[in-house]
């Protein structure tokens, strides 16, 4: 089980994120102060524009907010220069994408490895095959990706993700590349790491079937969180995203 040395993971503070100046400035967030306790999973979904993806990149530390504060494991991140920051990301800090950016020469087992093998490490031994079958994927050691399933392939980058203990894990639309069985699979998966292991996940998603796995979905609208629902279901967050976006196109009117 993942330990930290926070009750909260991941915690903003305040946070605000402006791209362009001048007249052409768009708030992307707007002061937005939230938390993310350990060993809990949280989706975020809003409108398009309404700011998840920039959330996530600030939370993750891929990108640099304008203001307001992002402590991860009770570091914060803004007092780290960029060497330090990326050791932060690569040790602390897991990610998951649509796209699963797998190296296609690379078998499963060593596109799990990769991220510590380019540290200058090597994985504790065992830990890579025991990440493979914590994702269901034991058999599958030595085949590469071309040999997968994009379900399978997910997995792997799941596995890779995992593999250097990080605090929290970072998904971005994770099953938006795959269909609706197998992203199913994916979902469960990760609801598994965290009622399991003890991870912590924060998924951006646009879909309230992906989001009711999660314990608790945050709604962001314009760069401002608006709601929080809590033990989602798929027809509540369908309902609640769907006010949203009626709000935001009577706005637009």
Same mark, same amino acid.
């Given at each position: 089980m993942n330990q930290t040395h926070s009750p909260d993971a991941v915690r903003l503070i305040d946070v605000r994120r402006v791209y362009g100046s001048g007249p052409? $400035?768009?708030a992307a967030l707007r002061g937005v102060s939230a938390n993310f306790p350990a060993r809990s999973?949280?989706?975020?979904? #809003?409108? =398009?524009?309404?700011g998840k993806s920039t959330l996530l990149q600030c939370a993750s530390g891929l990108d640099r907010p304008d203001g307001g504060r992002v402590l991860v494991g009770g570091v914060d991140l803004g007092r780290l220069d960029e060497r330090r920051l990326t050791e932060l990301r690569r040790d602390r800090i897991g990610f998951v994408f649509q796209s699963f950016n797998l190296v296609e020469s690379l078998t499963a087992a060593q596109n799990v490895a990769l991220p510590v093998r380019l540290s200058g490490r090597r994985p504790p031994a #065992?830990?890579?095959e025991e990440?493979?079958?914590v994702v269901g994927l034991a058999d599958r050691a030595r085949h590469r990706p071309a040999e997968l399933s994009g379900g399978q392939q997910q997995r792997v980058a799941i596995a890779r993700a995992l593999v250097a203990g990080p605090e929290v894990l970072f998904a971005d639309e994770p099953t938006g590349a795959l269909d609706s069985r197998t992203g199913r699979e994916v979902l469960a998966l990760l609801r598994r790491l965290v009622g399991e292991r003890g991870d912590t996940v924060v998924m951006v998603t646009h879909d309230p +079937? $992906?989001? =009711?796995? $999660?314990?608790?979905? +945050?709604?962001?609208s314009d760069g401002t969180i608006v709601d929080e629902l809590r033990s989602p279901t798929p027809a509540s967050v369908a309902s609640r995203l769907a006010d949203l976006e009626d #709000?935001?196109?009577?706005? $637009?009117?």
């Open positions: 052409n $400035a768009v999973f949280t989706a975020i979904m #809003g409108p =398009s524009g309404s #065992g830990h890579v990440l493979l079958r +079937l $992906a989001a =009711s796995h $999660a314990d608790r979905v +945050l709604f962001l #709000g935001d196109r009577r706005e $637009a009117v």
